[in-house]
């Protein structure tokens, strides 16, 4: 499959690979190809960065990637570590959000929660409701006031949540034949303590950035900047030098 060229420089190879897994943050929206997460952190490692960042995914695209795409007949190296980067919005796209189901066209990954794979759409999966959204968001008073539900999250929303990340990891391990899958908690994003104990429970590898740092942002003014960017992959290199 196609993923955002990371530059490396064969002459830093350790021999290991690091695959990235997310959404616009991770695919580095708004800087260059020489900005982003994963270029910082191979530059530093000599880790080959493999960068599968999409803008707008959810932890459910990433689960669907996995099952859909055998990323080990793409990747050259033996070893390597896996990342999935969170951000405080991922919960809304894996509750899902209406505003996400709306903005999708009702596109979004339907994850069966007995099996744990991916089937289908939402639109498909789920053709009342999505119908019912539809006919919300063309209210004046709903686009007015920004309404979007869920406005809270329940326990079963975060289980989901975490059952889908280690649904994830599950199928890295099985692909690669490590468990070298961390979660990367990006700056002024902290997890809920009631994820974070999921999480823990699950014995899923955490490691939070939270309170790294603030960041500016790019010119699009939503995204961080090459230097948060760059913060971020120097601190997570220390752990993998």
Known sequence: MDRRVTPFYSRQAVGKYALFLGCSFTYGESVADTSTLPYFFG????????????SGYSPAHMLALMQAVNMRSEVLEKDGVAFYTYIEDHLARVAPSTKWIYNSNGYWPNVDPGTMTVKGTY?????????????????????LF???F??????????????????????????????NFYVVVFPAYPMPPELRQLFEQNHIKVIDYSALCSWKTAYDGM???????????SQLAKKFK
């Open 223 to 233: 995204h961080p900047d090459e230097a948060c960017y760059r913060h971020v992959a």
């Open 43 to 54: 530059k530093e490692t000599g880790y080959r960065p493999y960068n599968y960042g999409v």
């Open 150 to 179: 869920p406005r809270r999250y329940t326990v079963t929303q975060y289980q989901r949540f975490v059952n889908i990340v280690k649904k994830t990891e599950e199928q890295y391990v099985q692909q690669f034949g490590n468990d």
């Open 146 to 148: 920004n309404i979007n």
């Open 123 to 143: 639109a498909e999966r789920h053709p009342v409701s999505y119908s019912l959204i539809r006919g919300m968001y063309k209210s004046n008073i709903v686009n």
